[in-house]
């Protein structure tokens, strides 16, 4: 898996860096967009969801816990619990910065 360093902290990011990021990590996006359809539950994803940050640093762990399930009926409780808060939470990162300060509020979920 390819990590990015450089994007410690994907909130800091304003709109149009986040949007230039996407297009950089492309081919993870296709990657990872593909593989989390399956473990997500309804609504899918739209194209835009911004898969690619499994890709990067911050949810490297996320994406390690996430290796070799093919159905949500394979993750285990806690990871399903972390990808349903990740998809949430990021579900409009690539439309709008509108809301950032829930991610100062929630966090991720604590073992």
Same mark, same amino acid.
């Given at each position: 898996?390819?990590?990015?360093? &450089?994007?410690?902290?994907?909130r800091s990011?304003?709109?149009?860096?986040?949007?230039?990021? =996407?297009a950089?990590?492309?081919?993870?996006?296709?990657?990872?967009? !593909?593989?989390?359809q %399956?473990?997500?539950?309804?609504?899918?994803? /739209?194209p835009? &969801?911004? /898969? &690619?940050?499994? =890709?990067?640093?911050?949810?490297a762990?996320? /994406?390690?816990?996430?290796? +070799?399930?093919?159905?949500?009926?394979?993750? %285990? !409780?806690?990871? =399903?619990?972390?990808?349903?808060?990740?998809?949430? =939470? &990021?579900?409009?990162?690539?439309?709008?910065c509108? !809301?950032?300060?829930?991610?100062a509020?929630? +966090?991720?979920?604590?073992?």
């Amino acid at each position: 898996m390819d990590t990015y360093d &450089f994007l410690a902290d994907p909130r800091s990011l304003c709109l149009d860096e986040r949007r230039a990021t =996407a297009a950089r990590l492309h081919v993870a996006q296709r990657q990872w967009l !593909g593989r989390l359809q %399956p473990l997500v539950e309804p609504p899918a994803l /739209a194209p835009d &969801f911004p /898969a &690619f940050l499994l =890709a990067t640093q911050p949810f490297a762990d996320l /994406a390690r816990r996430l290796d +070799g399930a093919r159905e949500r009926a394979h993750l %285990p !409780g806690l990871v =399903a619990d972390e990808l349903d808060w990740f998809v949430e =939470a &990021f579900r409009d990162y690539l439309r709008t910065c509108d !809301g950032e300060d829930v991610f100062a509020q929630s +966090g991720q979920p604590q073992d």
